[in-house]
């Protein structure tokens, strides 16, 4: 499925592709800050950098420090598209 600008996102789902994804998850998580999207290959990579730097905890509890590759159902496109 092809998401983009103010869509709502109608599945939960994992981004394979992106450009510049950002998501307004607050009717899920009650945050207002758009969280960044990016592919799943990207997210793994940089979990495993911060694994090796013994910083992932510190990383994984700060929202914005990791990009997530998940997409909610009932959250809308921010901005880009995947």
């Known amino acids: 499925m092809n998401v ?5 996102v109608p599945v939960d789902g994992i981004v394979l592709k992106a450009a510049q994804l ?3 998850e607050s009717a899920m998580t ?8 990016d592919i799943l290959k990207v997210c793994l990579s ?3 950098d911060k694994l090796g730097e013994g910083k992932a905890m510190d990383a994984m509890t ?9 997409l ?3 959250t809308n496109i921010a901005g880009g598209e995947g």
Not at 4 to 8: Q, V
């Open 72 to 74: 909610l159902s009932g």
């Open 4 to 8: 983009e600008y103010g869509m709502a």
């Open 46 to 48: 940089r979990l495993a």
């Open 30 to 37: 009650g945050e207002s800050d758009e969280m960044k999207k």
């Open 22 to 24: 950002s998501v307004d």
């Open 62 to 70: 700060k929202s914005h420090e990791l990009p997530s590759p998940l």
